[in-house]
């Protein structure tokens, strides 16, 4: 073996080696047990989050450009389900995790229902400020906000990166 062919083998190694401890620490890893699962609150302000979600009626996707009728009409289509998602974020909320394959496809409807009951939120609280009721303008986009934290609450990446795309 010559000289070149020797330091040209050992610089090889010399970059391979962290990537193959990388790889390897990672396979340790997920041959492991699951993670514990942290007891969910009782009751799960969770669960009533996502009634509130399948309850959202109507094309409230451009409250933006709505009229102030139209913001009424969907307001008060949505009413109990707003109501429903205010009382459930008087509770603790945490996400219902499962480790399957099935999980995400049953959790995307969820995530979707959830950017509903935001849009509802964020309509209602447009129509507050076209009537110029500024304090409940606040009191609705806060509550959205207080939703977005409450929605992804240990929950995983994908419940997180909900509420940062917009």
Not at 15 to 29: D, R, T, V
Not at 53 to 63: C, E, F, H, L, P
Not at 73 to 101: D, H, K, W, Y
Not at 136 to 156: C, L
Request: aromatic share 10%; net charge neutral.
């Amino acid at each position: 073996m010559t000289t070149k062919t020797r330091n040209w083998l050992i610089t090889i190694f010399i970059l391979a080696f962290p990537f193959i401890a990388f790889f390897a620490f990672l396979i340790s890893e997920m041959s492991g047990p699951l993670p514990p699962s942290t007891p969910l609150p009782n009751p799960n302000g969770y669960d009533d989050l996502v009634k509130a979600g399948q309850m959202i009626r109507g094309d409230i996707w451009d409250y933006d450009k709505a009229n102030r009728e139209k913001l009424r009409g969907i307001v008060l289509t949505n009413a109990e389900a707003l109501a429903l998602a205010r009382s459930a974020l008087s509770n603790q909320c945490g996400v219902t995790l499962q480790f399957s394959r099935a999980y995400l496809t049953n959790h995307l409807p969820e995530l979707i229902g959830f950017r509903s009951v935001a849009q509802a939120l964020a309509t209602e609280g447009k129509l507050a400020e076209n009537e110029n009721r500024f304090n409940d303008a606040a009191k609705s986009y806060r509550d959205a906000i207080h939703f977005g934290n409450e929605a992804g609450r240990g929950g995983i990446v994908v419940d997180e990166i909900v509420w940062d795309s917009r």
